[in-house]
């Protein structure tokens, strides 16, 4: 599970990272118990977990304010006692979240069946790459109205917006060196699990990109394949002509290398169209 919440001001005499480990640890048990548990009262999670109902409480305010859990009227059956019924906490979907899940390899599993079904081989692997065009295209609808209706310079930004909102935590910036044009680098990638044994999922992203910025793009790390990052080189227009059309008067030059790279990497080789041959591949 991942650490839920932050951590207060440390009881004096307590170094501030061994009260902040401490506080964490506690806190994600309280949520542990909660989702092993179910729906728990404050005198609940007191006895399970061996703490006072006081400290119970502050770790609960904590998750409260964090969303990880929130306060519910406990249900009652049959005859109602006098009295308001007991506070019972439950965890929230975000708690739930920060919980490990089998969502990576139930999307595995899926395009394995789709791979064997189709009849394995290169017919399965076309199969699986027809799968991840669909859903890529499904994605980018909702990405198309917002990056043509920025201006050309500015398309790429509007590109990294939208993937932010879908979880990829994307940004734009230049290319460092002589390079004329664009990194757009996505630092999570949600399916990078499942993309380490199907590349398609990285080279239909790719195609993608390179559709709706208008312009041919080279994936030059993933996340997937190991890099920190997953980066995209998206080179300029030169004079807003085609990104194809004029050679560079110094001659080809090697992409950048992207942030987070971790491997080096050899020459480029001459490619046809460097957006699909490279999406989801390691140059390296």
Known sequence: ?????????????????????GERSTRNRVARSILDHGPSTVADL??????TQAAVR????????????????????GARTR???????????????AFDQSYDKLAADALRWIARTAGGGAVGEAAVAAFARDRIETLAESYRAAIEAAP???????????????????????????????QLCQHHCPVAHVAEQYPQLCEAETEIFSRLLGTHVQRLATIAHGDGVCTTYIPNAP???????????????????????TAPRTPPRTERHPSASTAGRNPA
Request: charge should be negative.
């Open 239 to 261: 004079d807003g002509s085609d990104a194809h059309a004029a050679p560079d008067p110094d001659g080809p030059r090697q992409p950048p290398d992207p942030p987070g790279r």
């Open 58 to 77: 502050r770790h609960l305010d904590a998750l409260v304010g964090d969303d990880v859990v929130e306060a519910r009227e406990q249900r009652v059956y």
């Open 152 to 182: 050309p310079e500015k398309r790429t930004e509007a590109l990294a917006r939208a993937l932010t909102a879908d979880g990829y935590a994307a940004t734009a910036r230049s290319a460092p060196g002589r390079q004329r044009g664009e």
């Open 83 to 97: 009295g308001r019924p007991a506070k019972v906490f439950v965890l929230t979907d975000c708690g739930r979240d």
């Open 1 to 21: 599970m991942k650490n839920v919440g932050e951590v207060r001001a440390a009881p004096q005499g307590v170094p501030q990272e061994d009260s902040a480990t």
């Open 46 to 51: 007191a006895g399970r977990l061996g703490l």
